[in-house]
């Protein structure tokens, strides 16, 4: 039996790493014909057929059982091999596997904190086939506190191992911890500050916090962006932060129709006398001037005090998707309808009226269903 790393195996394994399976499986074949008892070999083997496009989880049982009849005490071989049972359908026969590592290895983190990512959902799935595909939420809850107490040994065994603290923040979620996926949440960054999930999540509660305004939620996901580029969560966050924000130039514009009905005394008040029409150019013009501190005040101000990515994300959600558009429409259209009623020389208050209705109801008709579109 082998004891060292070939070569051989060892450049398989970063062919793998690298996800250049095919040629993995060629040299690790050429290999396993030279020395079909090295292990490794096998293990490598059974590796390479359970990523990539093309994941075979016959092939690698198959090569897991050949690396176990060489030695089943290989915590290597056992771990892989319920990576395999996994992919082949046998989920729940993993637990009984993993168990055994952490029997021959009780000081090696890996085996309870993998353990613990499996053994709810073993439980869940279990509980599933013994009440007719209705899983019972206790039976999963007795999985999550044995799984808790396993990932907290890992933790305790390797106090800097990534995966362990992914592993107890996803429990403390699922039990509802919040203290303990704080905690979590806060080790995580300590050790990858750049962590997607953790930072997407340490963005979201600060911008969902009560009282929390559009500006500050779409800074909150800016900053988090900065750090985690590529992250989908942070840049959906991001994206509806940043909707919020082109949400609020409705309101403006429905203020602006507010003062042009005002400017033209559209609707009669008891005890005073409704203003004679047409209005003068000179009362025209200055009916303009308070929509036009709205929207220095209110767009235009506010826009240049925005960071710069959140103006290129703003652009870019205009673009990308159909609300954000419809929203804009709406605003143009409810301007139009205000400078309709106070620039065009009306000499009657039907027109007027009619404009009124037409920019105010379409509008205030579909702020409640789109508070949550993006998209």
């Known amino acids: 039996m082998t004891k060292t790393l070939h070569p051989a195996v060892e450049r398989a394994g970063l062919l793998i790493?690298?996800?250049?399976?095919?040629?993995?499986?060629?040299?690790?074949?050429?290999?396993?014909?030279?020395?079909?008892?090295?292990?490794?070999?096998?293990?490598?083997l059974a590796r390479s057929h359970l990523f990539g496009d093309e994941k075979d989880g016959a092939?690698?049982?198959?090569?897991?059982?050949?690396?176990?009849?060489?030695?089943?005490?290989?915590?290597?071989?056992?771990?892989?091999?319920?990576?395999?049972?996994?992919?082949?359908?046998?989920?729940?026969?993993?637990?009984?596997?993993?168990?055994?590592?952490?029997?021959?290895?009780p000081g090696h983190w890996h085996g309870y904190a993998l353990l613990a990512d499996w053994l709810w959902r073993i439980a869940l799935v279990r509980s599933g086939q013994a009440n007719g595909g209705q899983a019972r939420r206790e039976d999963m809850e007795t999985g999550l506190r044995e799984s808790d107490e396993l990932v907290r040994e890992a933790i305790r065994l390797s106090p800097e191992e990534l995966y362990a603290y992914e592993v107890a923040l996803l429990i403390a979620d699922?039990?509802?911890?919040?203290?303990?996926?704080?905690?979590?949440?806060?080790?995580?960054?300590?050790?990858?500050?750049?962590?997607?999930?953790?930072?997407?999540?340490?963005?979201?509660?600060?911008?969902?916090a009560p009282g929390v305004m559009a500006k500050e939620a779409a800074t909150l996901y800016a900053d988090a962006l900065s750090s985690a580029p590529?992250?989908?969560?942070?840049?959906?966050?991001?994206?509806?932060?940043?909707?919020?924000?082109?949400?609020?130039?409705?309101?403006?514009?429905?203020?602006?129709?507010?003062?042009?009905?005002?400017?033209i005394d559209l609707f009669a008040t008891e005890g005073e006398t409704q203003r004679e029409l047409p209005l003068v150019l000179g009362q025209r013009l200055w009916d303009l001037v308070p929509m036009a501190v709205v929207w220095v005040l209110g767009a235009l101000l506010r826009y240049r005090r925005l960071r710069a990515g959140i103006q290129v994300n703003l652009r870019s959600l205009i673009r990308r998707r159909t609300w954000p558009r419809i929203v804009l429409g709406q605003a143009a259209w409810v301007m139009l309808c205000a400078l309709s009623i106070t620039q065009i020389p009306w000499t009657e208050r039907t027109v007027p009226l009619v404009l009124f209705w037409a920019g105010l109801v379409p509008v205030v008709a579909?702020?409640?269903?789109?508070?949550?579109?993006?998209?």
């Open 17 to 44: 790493d690298l996800k250049r399976y095919e040629e993995a499986r060629e040299l690790l074949s050429r290999r396993l014909a030279e020395d079909p008892d090295d292990i490794r070999a096998w293990v490598r």
């Open 59 to 105: 092939k690698a049982l198959e090569a897991t059982e050949r690396a176990l009849a060489l030695n089943a005490e290989d915590t290597g071989a056992l771990t892989m091999h319920a990576h395999a049972l996994r992919a082949s359908g046998r989920f729940p026969e993993t637990e009984g596997v993993l168990r055994e590592v952490i029997r021959l290895a």
């Open 174 to 208: 699922m039990l509802g911890d919040r203290a303990a996926a704080d905690q979590w949440e806060g080790a995580i960054l300590r050790i990858d500050p750049q962590h997607e999930e953790a930072l997407s999540r340490r963005a979201r509660k600060a911008a969902t």
């Open 230 to 263: 590529g992250s989908a969560p942070i840049q959906r966050g991001l994206d509806y932060a940043s909707y919020r924000l082109l949400r609020g130039v409705r309101w403006l514009a429905l203020l602006c129709l507010v003062f042009a009905a005002l400017g």
């Open 366 to 375: 579909t702020m409640w269903f789109d508070r949550r579109k993006t998209g």
